[in-house]
């Protein structure tokens, strides 16, 4: 691609003294060629490019390409010739966004006799004629009922499928469209290069992981899954897809937001997909061009490893969510009646090592566990985009076998010298036939100032509130945790 070809801004950036220069006129409808490339963002929104014929006289030209989605963003328009060789001036540019419909024809038949297909169950089909009183079509509003004259009579319903004589008109619209007025200063053949943002496309990763049915070394597919709900379909699209958070500016106040559609689900798998980093993000590339046609869901496999070593770990965070606000909190039963749930978690590495080693995006990570030959559900979770050796944790659920309770066991407050002290026991039971370690995590955050100044086991500081410990419980057994925090302000 020549970088210093000319950019072709499509405004009205051309002063009036090119108009009156101009000479000959010609008109040209085009809707694009085949293979047309998108990149989908994580950010429910696309780049779409297109390659248009143009065929221009010597003069000015109207153009009109129909090939465009129904949500396009007409501000972010640019066509380009990519050879830089033929020295065009656009002149204006015009999107056109309002195909007919139903309600829109009735509207253009308002007060003329339309011909109604009436369908009635254990009855031949017939033809009635009507005559519209009102569409019930409101430029801009909530459509109202309409009104029909059958008979000599009104109904405010259509009385049955309105059949509509042949569209003539060139001004009524089937699907959206841009038009261009380009003034040549001569004839010219050459394949224009246009690209625009749209809303309604986006895509999203999901990963499926499955354990043996012991052991902890598992297999791991994930695919990436592509929504179009754009209104238009792509042939045999380049398709690219970018990974990261890329800024786009908050459209200003009261500016029309486009809402997307459920689609049902389908599927087409291709072979690997190519990833690579691109500026401060990741871009996958799909190894051949696929069709994407509107409202479909396809997916596509992206990633396959097997043998993943997986390492199983449990919480017991008995304050879950507590944080400090700068307050002091003084009330003697805060966090007196916590969790007693032992959250599970698988873990592993995302490196070389690990049989991975590639950079996830984010998505939902589903684990399975086999039993005998079938699979069964064991729990799923939300990633972030995981770059390469970056360990990646996924809450499984609470396990059933495993208990922590947590009980106060003293607490002294002195107001007159701004201290207290608290003690804890917190007691950790395993049902289960297996040993198992369990991560403790504990919330001081009365005050910002503490010390522990008596432990059982040792604690590591997680944050300046937040403190941690690994303990061992036996199979069908307990171990018990005891501290004394120092609190002063």
């Known amino acids: ?29 085009i809707s694009g060629l085949a293979h047309p490339g998108l990149t989908i963002y994580n950010g ?31 501000s972010t328009v640019i066509l380009r010739d990519p050879s830089g060789k033929v020295p065009l001036s656009i002149l204006e540019q015009n999107y056109q966004n309002d195909p ?67 569209v003539k008109d060139e001004g009524v619209l089937l699907k959206p469209v841009l038009s261009w007025k380009i003034q040549s200063p001569e004839a010219a053949s050459l394949q224009a290069e246009l690209a625009y943002l749209t809303q309604g496309l986006e895509w999203s990763a999901s990963y499926n992981l499955v354990l043996p049915e012991t052991g ?20 045999s699209a380049h398709i690219k897809l970018l990974a990261g958070d890329v800024h786009r500016a908050e459209p200003p106040p009261g500016a029309p937001q486009m809402l997307a559609m459920m689609a049902r689900a389908k599927s087409d798998s291709l072979p690997e997909v190519s990833e690579k980093t691109f500026d401060d993000f990741h871009l996958y590339t799909l190894p051949r061009p696929t069709t994407l046609r509107d409202q479909e869901t396809k997916q596509v496999e992206f990633a396959r490893a097997a043998g993943i070593p997986t390492k199983r770990t449990y919480l017991y965070d008995p304050l879950l969510g507590a944080q400090f606000f700068g307050q002091i909190i003084i009330e003697s039963n805060w966090g007196a009646s916590p969790s007693k749930k032992v959250e599970s978690r698988l873990e592993f590495t ?37 770059p390469r050796n970056e360990k990646v944790q996924v809450k499984l659920g609470n396990a059933f076998d495993l208990v922590g309770e947590r009980k106060r066991t003293d607490f002294q407050l002195d107001n007159a010298r701004k201290m207290m002290d608290e003690s804890f026991e917190i007691r950790l039971r395993n049902q289960g036939k297996n040993a198992v370690e ?4 504990e919330h001081l955050v009365r005050t910002a100032n503490w010390k522990l100044t008596a ?35």
């Not at 369990?438 to 995590?441: G, L, M």
């Open 216 to 235: 902890e070394l598992a297999d791991m597919n994930g695919w990436v899954t592509m929504n179009n709900h754009s209104g238009k379909q792509f042939d």
């Open 1 to 29: 691609m020549n970088h210093s070809s000319r950019f072709l801004s499509l405004c009205l950036c051309r002063p009036a003294r090119v108009a009156a220069a101009m000479a000959g006129f010609a008109m040209l409808t």
């Open 100 to 166: 007919v419909n139903q309600l829109t024809l009735l509207d253009r038949y308002e007060g003329q006799v339309l011909s109604f297909l009436v369908h009635e169950a254990q009855k031949a089909d017939r033809v009635v004629e009507g005559k519209i009183i009102r569409s019930g079509y409101v430029p801009g509003g909530q459509s109202v009922e309409p009104m029909i004259e059958v008979d000599g009579k009104i109904v405010f319903e259509l009385p049955g499928r309105p059949l509509f004589p042949a």
């Open 438 to 441: 369990i991560r403790v995590v």
């Open 350 to 386: 995302n490196s070389e090592a690990s049989k991975l080693g590639i950079a996830l995006p984010a998505g939902v990570l589903r684990v399975y566990r086999k039993d005998g030959e079938q699979l069964e559900f064991v729990g799923e979770d939300r990633l972030d985009h995981t």
């Open 455 to 489: 432990k059982s086991q040792e604690f590591q500081p997680l944050d300046s509130h937040t403190v941690e410990c690994v303990v061992p419980v036996p199979a069908e057994g307990e171990t018990v945790v005891t501290y004394t925090v120092h609190y002063t302000w």
């Open 44 to 74: 429910r929104f696309a780049v779409v490019r297109d390659s248009v014929p143009l065929e221009l006289k010597a003069g000015e030209n109207s153009i009109r390409y129909s090939g465009a989605t129904a949500s396009l963003d007409p």
